[in-house]
């Protein structure tokens, strides 16, 4: 699993998680056994409200930082995990400077916000 899906899972849930429903047994009949496709709509999840209720977040600046925020929920924060997760966001030339780690943490919370969550505008672009 990628790191960005990782990162999701901490804060959404993961999806194995939402889709355990009990299968009806086969009929024979290929029309009536066929599945019926219904949209799940994903409720809006409060990035930072999910964020702060995890333990250690109140010692954690993970609004701003993205080795904290990696810490918080669980995920290797080290720099190949930072480098890895930077390509996986479009970045090649991720160096592990302030700057850097910087845009990390904004396009985290870009595409956290992209994938359902509510991010407050102070952590995005």
Do not use: C
Request: hydrophobic share 40%; proline share 6%.
């Amino acid at each position: 699993m990628s790191i960005f899906g990782r990162i999701k899972d901490a804060i959404f849930g993961s999806d194995a998680e939402a889709q355990e429903t009990p299968q009806p047994k086969p009929t024979g009949n290929a029309w009536a056994d066929a599945p019926v496709v219904e949209p799940k709509a994903r409720p809006m999840v409060d990035i930072e409200s999910n964020l702060d209720n995890m333990p250690g977040a109140d010692r954690l600046n993970w609004r701003t930082s993205i080795v904290d925020l990696m810490k918080l929920i669980g995920v290797d924060s080290d720099y190949e995990s930072r480098k890895a997760l930077a390509g996986e966001l479009g970045r090649v030339d991720y160096t592990g400077s302030a700057e850097d780690n910087v845009w990390l943490h904004r396009r985290v919370m870009n595409e956290l916000g992209a994938n359902g969550g509510q991010v407050p505008a102070e952590f995005r672009d």
